[in-house]
């Protein structure tokens, strides 16, 4: 018998196991993962069976007075914890409001005006440019924008369904009526590829477990594929077929960032900063909010309303003394 063979897996490979029944992305499960490690490795390699709010309250502190952790960093560990007490052991964590939180300065979100965003397009290469046109014309988040299936871009209808959005939510947002027509070129050009692919014995794409259980054919099926895919083929870690990817994040981010700075654009833009440009637009055109707030899928109108800020002319409608 294999040395190996009817052993317990490890604590942290039951974790990932459990994350990937439901349908948790790699990049949440990995993250997760993480953070559940080092608060184990943090209280002596304890298992966390064996330790609780009090612990958790400790970590969390630690991260924000002697790690000097960003909030949204912090508030990533209490969310794996809370995963895993409450939903992978099956136990409630009482009140962890005397844990030290990480303090979140106030800053609103940087935008781009519309003839920014006119001049950092220009300096954009295709395919690059397309996606960012994607994230400020229809208010998609980076990876939102990267993981667009073909059979979720409804040119009839003038629409893309976002799947899986932030907090696992879907949602429909526009399809720009001036990108129909490059979009569908790039579509051609894409197709093409795929049936190179296919030619050859490739054209299979990542899709969640589940999905792959129910359509065991559908990793090789066109509507199935990515709007951007990678230029080259790669092998994914779990299942060992050679697929194709979408593009990678850092390859649009980079491309970003060096047309912001060829437009000699002084502000801290980002992928990011199209999408904030993109709801402060439709405000300033007299959008009403809640569209807005669910074209962007916000859970919140209150997270839209930070948008209302930093307008042209703000809503109180002021006028400088010196105009």
């Keep these: 018998m294999h040395e190996g063979a009817g052993r317990k897996p490890k604590f942290l490979d039951q974790l990932r196991s459990f994350m990937r029944a439901r349908r948790y992305s790699r990049r949440i499960e990995q993250a997760y993962v993480d953070w559940v490690r080092r608060f184990i490795l943090f209280h002596g390699k304890r298992h966390p069976r064996e330790l609780g709010e009090e612990q958790v309250m400790e970590f969390l502190s630690h991260l924000a007075v002697k790690r000097n952790v960003s909030p949204s960093t912090q508030n990533q560990a209490f969310c794996a914890l809370l995963f895993l007490y409450q939903q992978f052991l099956e136990r409630k964590l009482g009140r962890l409001d005397r844990a030290l939180r990480a303090s979140k300065p106030a800053r609103l979100p940087v935008v781009l005006s519309r003839e920014e965003v006119r001049a950092v397009l220009a300096h954009i290469r295709s395919p690059y440019r397309l996606m960012v046109e994607l994230i400020y014309g229809s208010g998609l988040r980076l990876l939102e924008c990267l993981r667009l ?37 790039h579509l051609a050009l894409a197709m093409a590829v795929h049936e190179r692919d296919l030619q050859v014995g490739f054209g299979s794409v990542y ?12 990793h090789r099926s066109w509507m199935w ?37 060829a437009a000699g654009i002084t502000k801290p833009a980002s992928c990011h900063t199209f999408r904030h440009s993109f709801a402060t637009h439709l405000l300033e055109d007299a959008y009403d909010i809640r569209t807005v707030q669910e074209l962007l899928g916000h859970k919140d109108v209150s997270t839209t309303m930070v948008y209302t800020h930093v307008l042209n002319k703000p809503g109180i409608g002021v006028k400088s003394p010196l105009d």
Excluded: C, W
């Design 149 to 185: 299936r073909i059979k979720d871009v409804d040119f009839d209808y003038g629409r893309i369904t976002v799947r899986d959005g932030k907090g696992m939510k879907d949602r429909v947002t526009m399809l720009p009526g001036r990108l129909r027509r490059p979009l569908k070129e």
């Design 207 to 218: 899709l969640p477990q589940a999905l792959q259980r129910k359509y065991p054919n559908a």
């Design 225 to 261: 594929q990515y709007v951007f895919p990678a230029a080259k083929r790669s092998v994914d870690p779990l299942s060992g077929r050679v697929l194709r990817h979408h593009v990678l994040e850092k390859n649009l981010q980079n491309a970003v960032t060096n047309a912001v700075r």
